[in-house]
């Protein structure tokens, strides 16, 4: 356990990820490396395009790097099987995507329910939690809208809540207020920023706006898919 | 991942694309009425030609007939070749058949061509009168009234059913006990009844005898089941002697010539203790020198030409359902196509592959079960529809009532587990597509 706590939770070591269109190869992170302390919360920031997402995705799992490795709590990543891998998603990781990724036709308690009916709860026990992750977010009047009947601002604390129903140790948050107003803006960072402190969740920040970022603990720039130092 | 949670996604995944579910379902319940009912008439009909031939008592017979190739009545049967040398059938044949290994008994069967019809006092109509003389102890089944009290027994008849309904008692055959029936003879007849012309009759009076017809009273004193049996009349064996016996006054002499001792019996029912036996004890006979025909054999005919229709209507419903399961495979490669955020999503919350393999086969599999459930269903309303329109056909055509379409549980549980296991196979492919792909190609819709 000592050992584990010495361990940074989270390391990429000279990571790259290319895309293939027809002949042209297209690098979307090329050699980055950098480390990442249990329960920090780290700001990403960088241009549309420059391998913000990417850089995410590969961490979350989501994307196998064509070089380098992700390191989380010293196991490499690329090495696990689909089971273990499958497993490192459901529990370990909360994804909070920049378009929210609900399932359109599932109401707000349903969305939040799939990581819970992944890891084999049971149906009281899943729509307990779900119910109480989305009064935390401010939903428990809307658990059973469809999210298609939602708002914007809605759907990200719904999306919010079903990141953290299964109490993960990373957050990953793209753009998490990119589609909010200002004020809705605030309330999810504020959420963000109570978590990061009350319960040490390690949070991973993607945006664009340099003032939400600078309430994070550290700025990682990312351009053309390269980490500069600033 | 719970059992009850894959269906309940898949019943929602379902739900959301209705129509295109419902059409799918709908092509599938078609297949499966399709399977049900061609296998349910292909079973019912094999079932029928056993129960239009009687119980297996009847089964047990053989028809001995003179040397003669042995034909069939099915519909595949050969035709039958007289053979000149041919063997009488007498009693003499009646005993060598009787020693035969597994024979119960043995009787003669009789035609008396001499009859040729009949009509009932005060009844509607003349019959053409297909009449044989059987010995007493012959069972015949009856429906109604009793055997003949003797061998000799005279100027009474066992009625066929057919010959009752067509008199108008098939509902009520016993009143037809004690009834009179008139039996016409030939031209000329001269046997037991007939008032032939003395010895010193003209040629004249000769010649006008020999185109005048006898009528011979009758009582009724029993109407045969539905079996095989229901288009004779029968009378018993001694009498049959008689009818068949020619009477000539020659001078002072009055001289017979009894035709059924000289040309032998039409043919001799050969009783087998079990149908398991029938086919020894015909080829017994055959080694004998006669020929023989058997109920079993027809029977076996038929069969063989109820499995042939069995095989071709199968192949049809295999045909239906292979049609509707590529329905089911086009449904679940649109859904799959539709679903890749869907599946990009589970897959991101920590869904394994082999998860989303189960997603869609569970789809599939219920579209299965669904269309294999409503089809068994209504397969059998459409069975019992079958027997209803096809029993008022059969009883007005004077056929034993019988299912043509059976619908036992084997055949609805098979068709619905062959429904669903053609869904599984058909989904099979879309699921496998949708479980290998990869977690962030398919969050971007594939793009």
Known sequence: MGMQQNLPLLKIEDVTKLYHRGQETITAIGHISLTVQRGELVAIVGPSGSGKTTLTQVIGGLITPDQGRVLVDGKVLKKQSDKELSAYRNQKIGFVFQNFNLIPYYTAVENVAIPLIIAGKRSEERHKLATRYLEIVGLGNKIHRRVNELSGGERQRVAIARALVNRPEILITDEPTGSLDSVRGQEIMSILEKLNAEQEMTILMVTHDLMLAKRAERIIHIQDGQLVKR | MRFFDYISIALKDIRRQYTRSLLTILALIISTVILVVMVAISFGSRQAVL?????????????????????????????????????????????????????????????????????????RGRYVAQVNGIPRDVSLGLKAGTQFASNDESNVVILGYAYAKALGYGNAPTTLIGKTLQLTTQKGYRGIGATIPAANATERETNTYNQSTTTLPVTIIGVTDSGVNQNSLFVSLGWAHALRTARYNDGAQLKTVDQLSNDGYTAIQVVVDTVS??????????????????????????QQFTTMVWVILGAVAVIAIIAAALGVVNTMLMTVSEQQYVIGIWRACGARKRFIMSLFLVESALLGLVGGTLGSIIGIFIGQFINQYSNALLSSQGFVITNIATVPLWLAGGAIVVTTAFGILAGFYPAYRAARQDPSYALNGGQ
């Open chain 2, 277 to 302: 036996n029938v086919k020894a004890v015909a080829d017994a006979v055959r080694q004998l020198g006669y020929g023989q025909t058997s109920t079993l054999s027809q029977v076996e005919e038929l």
């Open chain 2, 51 to 123: 129960q239009q031939f009687g119980s297996s008592d009847a089964l047990t017979g053989i028809s001995v007939t003179p040397n003669q190739t042995s034909g069939t009545l099915g519909p595949l049967g050969d035709v039958q070749q007289v053979n000149a040398s041919a063997s009488k059938l007498d009693d003499a044949t009646i005993t060598k058949l009787s020693v035969i290994p597994h024979v119960r008994s043995a009787y003669p069967d009789t035609h008396i061509w001499e009859i040729a019809s009949f009509s009932m006092d005060g009844g």
